[in-house]
Every structure is written in structure tokens, then in C-alpha cells.
């Protein structure tokens, strides 16, 4: 095609006061210009990168090991780094991870073979889960081990104690208010015989009680126990929903049925609560020649073992738990049968790693 061709054309087209210039115009800044813009873009990109995979490595630090956001993860050990870089890698390269974290290639390499490696105690670890559970959640690796030794199966308590905090098989610690019956002194009130000694040599020799009380949503709930300061066993219990006379009466009662055909006849100590100075109580207590004694006024370490009961029972039962869909039938059941197993099953390292029935049984004397 020829150029005045061309022009004619234009002219025909645009017409004659349209510019004839036909030169191209390069309005594209200048090579250098786009070569630095190009330059400062591909820093940002990797300086976003960077701030991804540092917030994704504090993200899995948070995650598998149970640090803090944080954390520092040049402070971790290798081992951590290399749980790290595993989890990481799907996302990122290992050179990139390995610089983030300054994790030498050998090592990471070193402990993922040994983190492939079979572990010994894989079922071990099913059996202190089962047990655990088994057991309300509230043993210890001290119990744990001796639960362990009935299975035949003997283990250090270090190896109890790390696979436990690996499994992360803890036991609950919360703490409530405790609730009192104090009215006031409406009678008499005996002498503190124990004073605080909670040893004895016998069972039926010293007994504690006091009442604690429950509060789930479905409402309230009382306990009123007898405890042997012998071998902590429950004699009697009762569970109601007011912390009326009969409930202790009804506990008492019970009790005295143990030591009916027996030349048996303990001290019964309890706090300074109205239940235990009403004319129910001192009638029955003086019909079964039994001995009365009692703790200072607002003094609960003069009663400290049965307040340990109380703590124990609702540390491994009470408060671990979500009771929202509970109704007060269903917790009385739940309480009865936690006091059976504690008297049954419940290992105390005190008592040889045996339950309080078990122990009277290896000593020959009757539950």
C-alpha cells in the first residue's frame, strides 16, 4: 500500500484539517522508570510474604505447641521448630521456613525421623486415657502409676508424669464458696475432743460430718455424710434437696446401724451447725451412747478432714462438669454412685494404693 494512498484516504475519512502526521507515539515511561517501579513491587511482595509466614509460624506456635502469640520462635527447641516447619510446609518452602525459624537442615531432617520414629508408649497412652476417664478425671500420676501397677503394668512416676501432661490429662482445681448451717449457739455445745487429730487406730473409733451443698441450674442440692477418720471410708450419707433435720437425722440413723452389734462407740465431731443441736439429733446420739464433739465457733480447719472430703468430691465431680442439662434426680444418682466407687474402687496412696474397703478387707476387719 502506498503512503499517498493513505493520505487520501484520511483526508476522505477525517478530512483535511486532521494533522497528516502518521509518526507513532510511544507515551510509555522510560525503561529505568519501570525497571525501579517493577523492582519496589516485587520488595513489597516479599516483604508481605514475610509477614504472612511470621504470623502463620506464631499461629501454629499458638496452635500445636500451646505457646503464646508472643512467643519468640527463635527461642523454641529444635524440636518445636521442626513440628513447626511440618506443619508449614504445605504452604511454604522448607528453604524459607528453615531461614524464618534458623533451623539448620540437619536438624529438622534428625527430629522428623525421630518424630516418625514408632512411639513405645502409643498404648500406654490409651490406657492412661482410659483409666482417667475411668476414674472421674481426678487422678494424679502418683494414683495413675498405682492404678497402672494393678494391670501389671510398672512404669517410673517421671514417664506417668510426661505422657500425662502430653496427653494433657489434667486434673480440675476450681474452688467454690463452701456453705455453712451456723444459726448461732441455740444450745450447749460440747467440747472439741479431736482437736484436730484425725488419726485413729480402729475403725468406729472417730467419726466426722457436716453438710455440703450443690448448685447445679435445676436448683440445689444437699449432702450430709459420716466420715471414718480411720480410713476415710463413707459409713452413711444422705442427698436432699433441703438441709432439713431429717436429712441428718436419716445419715445418723444409718450410721448407728454399723456399730449396732458392736461394742463400737465413736466420737461423732461436727461444726457448730443447728442440725447437730436440735433435740432429733442429741436424742439419738444419747440412745446409741455415742460421744458428741464438736469444732470452735467458725473454725473449719478444727473439721478439716471431712472439708477434705467435700473438696476432693467436688473437684473430681462437681466442677469439671456442666450440669445445664442435669435435673436434681439425675445428680443425687451421680453423687450416690461417685461415694460408692470412692469407698469401693478409689485408690488412696495413704492406704497403700488400696480404696478404703479394700483396705479393711486386707486387714480382716468388716467394711
Same mark, same amino acid.
Given at each position: 500500500? %502506498?503512503?499517498?494512498?493513505?493520505?487520501?484516504?484520511?483526508?476522505?475519512?477525517? !478530512?483535511?484539517?486532521?494533522?497528516? *502526521?502518521?509518526? $507513532?507515539?510511544?507515551?510509555?515511561?522510560?525503561?529505568?522508570?519501570?525497571?525501579?517501579?517493577?523492582?519496589?513491587?516485587?520488595?513489597?511482595?516479599?516483604?508481605?510474604?514475610?509477614?504472612?509466614?511470621?504470623?502463620?509460624?506464631?499461629?501454629?506456635?499458638?496452635?500445636?505447641?500451646?505457646?503464646?502469640?508472643? #512467643?519468640?520462635?527463635?527461642?523454641?527447641?529444635?524440636?518445636?521448630?521442626?513440628?513447626?516447619?511440618?506443619?508449614?510446609?504445605?504452604?511454604?518452602?522448607?528453604?524459607?521456613?528453615?531461614?524464618?525459624?534458623?533451623?539448620?537442615?540437619?536438624?529438622?531432617?534428625?527430629?522428623?525421623?525421630?518424630?516418625?520414629? %514408632?512411639?513405645?508408649?502409643?498404648?500406654?497412652?490409651?490406657?492412661?486415657?482410659?483409666?482417667?476417664?475411668?476414674?472421674?478425671?481426678?487422678?494424679?500420676?502418683?494414683?495413675?502409676?498405682?492404678?497402672?501397677?494393678?494391670?501389671? #503394668?510398672?512404669?517410673?512416676?517421671?514417664?506417668? @508424669?510426661?505422657?500425662? /501432661?502430653?496427653? @494433657?490429662?489434667?486434673?480440675?482445681?476450681?474452688?467454690?464458696?463452701?456453705? !455453712?448451717?451456723?444459726? !448461732?449457739?441455740?444450745?450447749?455445745?460440747? /467440747?472439741?475432743?479431736?482437736?484436730?487429730?484425725?488419726?485413729?487406730?480402729?475403725?468406729?473409733?472417730?467419726?466426722?460430718?457436716?453438710?455440703?451443698?450443690?448448685?447445679?441450674?435445676? !436448683?440445689?442440692?444437699?449432702?450430709?455424710?459420716?466420715?471414718?477418720?480411720?480410713?476415710?471410708?463413707?459409713?452413711?450419707?444422705?442427698?436432699?434437696?433441703?438441709? &432439713?433435720? &431429717?436429712?441428718?437425722?436419716?445419715?445418723?440413723?444409718?450410721?448407728?446401724?454399723?456399730?449396732?452389734?458392736?461394742?463400737?462407740?465413736?466420737?461423732?465431731?461436727?461444726?457448730?451447725?443447728?442440725?447437730?443441736?436440735?433435740?432429733?439429733?442429741? *436424742?439419738?446420739?444419747?440412745?446409741?451412747?455415742?460421744?458428741?464433739?464438736?469444732?470452735?465457733?467458725?473454725?473449719?480447719?478444727?473439721?478439716?478432714?471431712?472439708?477434705?472430703?467435700?473438696?476432693?468430691?467436688?473437684?473430681?465431680?462437681?466442677?469439671? $462438669?456442666?450440669?445445664?442439662?442435669?435435673?436434681?434426680?439425675?445428680?443425687? &444418682?451421680?453423687?450416690? %454412685?461417685?461415694?460408692?466407687?470412692?469407698?469401693?474402687?478409689?485408690?488412696?496412696?495413704? +492406704?497403700?494404693? +488400696?480404696?478404703?474397703?479394700?483396705?479393711?478387707?486386707?486387714?480382716?476387719?468388716?467394711?
Amino acid at each position: 500500500m %502506498s503512503r499517498p494512498t493513505l493520505y487520501n484516504w484520511k483526508n476522505k475519512i477525517l !478530512g483535511r484539517e486532521v494533522p497528516a *502526521s502518521m509518526k $507513532r507515539h510511544d507515551d510509555s515511561p522510560q525503561v529505568p522508570e519501570q525497571r525501579e517501579l517493577e523492582r519496589q513491587v516485587e520488595l513489597l511482595r516479599h516483604d508481605i510474604r514475610q509477614l504472612q509466614l511470621e504470623h502463620d509460624i506464631l499461629k501454629k506456635a499458638n496452635e500445636l505447641l500451646k505457646k503464646g502469640l508472643g #512467643v519468640d520462635p527463635q527461642l523454641l527447641s529444635n524440636q518445636e521448630k521442626t513440628l513447626l516447619a511440618d506443619a508449614l510446609r504445605q504452604t511454604y518452602a522448607l528453604s524459607e521456613l528453615f531461614a524464618q525459624l534458623r533451623l539448620a537442615r540437619s536438624s529438622y531432617f534428625y527430629h522428623r525421623a525421630r518424630q516418625r520414629a %514408632s512411639d513405645k508408649f502409643a498404648d500406654l497412652r490409651c490406657v492412661l486415657t482410659s483409666l482417667f476417664e475411668l476414674n472421674h478425671r481426678c487422678y494424679g500420676y502418683r494414683r495413675m502409676r498405682a492404678a497402672l501397677s494393678r494391670q501389671q #503394668v510398672f512404669i517410673s512416676e517421671k514417664v506417668v @508424669r510426661r505422657l500425662m /501432661k502430653e496427653e @494433657r490429662l489434667a486434673v480440675s482445681t476450681a474452688r467454690r464458696r463452701r456453705y !455453712g448451717s451456723y444459726l !448461732g449457739e441455740i444450745s450447749p455445745a460440747p /467440747k472439741n475432743l479431736l482437736n484436730r487429730d484425725f488419726q485413729a487406730t480402729a475403725p468406729n473409733e472417730k467419726w466426722l460430718t457436716d453438710i455440703t451443698e450443690f448448685h447445679i441450674p435445676a !436448683g440445689k442440692i444437699y449432702l450430709s455424710p459420716m466420715i471414718d477418720c480411720f480410713d476415710g471410708l463413707v459409713v452413711s450419707w444422705t442427698i436432699g434437696t433441703h438441709p &432439713e433435720a &431429717e436429712l441428718v437425722n436419716a445419715m445418723l440413723d444409718a450410721a448407728i446401724e454399723k456399730v449396732t452389734h458392736s461394742n463400737d462407740r465413736p466420737v461423732v465431731h461436727s461444726d457448730r451447725g443447728a442440725h447437730y443441736r436440735w433435740p432429733g439429733w442429741l *436424742s439419738r446420739i444419747s440412745d446409741a451412747k455415742l460421744t458428741r464433739s464438736m469444732s470452735r465457733k467458725g473454725c473449719s480447719p478444727d473439721n478439716a478432714a471431712c472439708e477434705g472430703f467435700f473438696g476432693r468430691l467436688k473437684t473430681e465431680l462437681f466442677y469439671p $462438669r456442666n450440669w445445664q442439662a442435669t435435673t436434681i434426680d439425675q445428680f443425687i &444418682e451421680l453423687v450416690d %454412685s461417685y461415694i460408692r466407687w470412692y469407698n469401693e474402687k478409689r485408690i488412696k496412696i495413704s +492406704l497403700g494404693s +488400696l480404696s478404703p474397703m479394700e483396705y479393711r478387707k486386707s486387714l480382716g476387719l468388716a467394711a
